[in-house]
């Protein structure tokens, strides 16, 4: 069974690539009976295509244009109010992504200028 409810929320992600710590805030939402997100970072936003939650892995696909135009494919595993797992964009090495769900939105910040 896929349920949404326990991956909600925003999530500060680390993603450690070839070229150095990358940092984005990713955000996802229960709508309509589905999980829709989007993520935030190197001043774009872009939105989650294909979000599946099973049981506590986590899959979703972004394109971004920041530091340079890939196509990722995240897979992580979520416990609680933490994820890890990988980020591969194409035949690149897969990279760690680690992230931690906000607890006080009032503190939500954003890496990088926001556009």
Known sequence: MTTTGPVTGI????ISTPIGRIA????????????T???RGAGEEVPLD???LTGDRL???QAVT??????LA???TVTGDTL??????GRLPASRVSGVRRTDRAAETVPGPRS
């Open 11 to 14: 999530w500060d992600l680390s």
């Open 24 to 35: 984005a805030v990713v955000e996802l939402h229960h709508d309509e009976g589905s999980l």
């Open 37 to 39: 997100g989007s993520a």
């Open 50 to 52: 294909g979000l599946i």
């Open 59 to 61: 899959t979703w696909k």
């Open 66 to 71: 920041r530091p340079m135009r890939l196509n």
């Open 74 to 76: 995240f897979d992580v």
């Open 84 to 89: 890890a797992g990988t980020s591969r964009a």
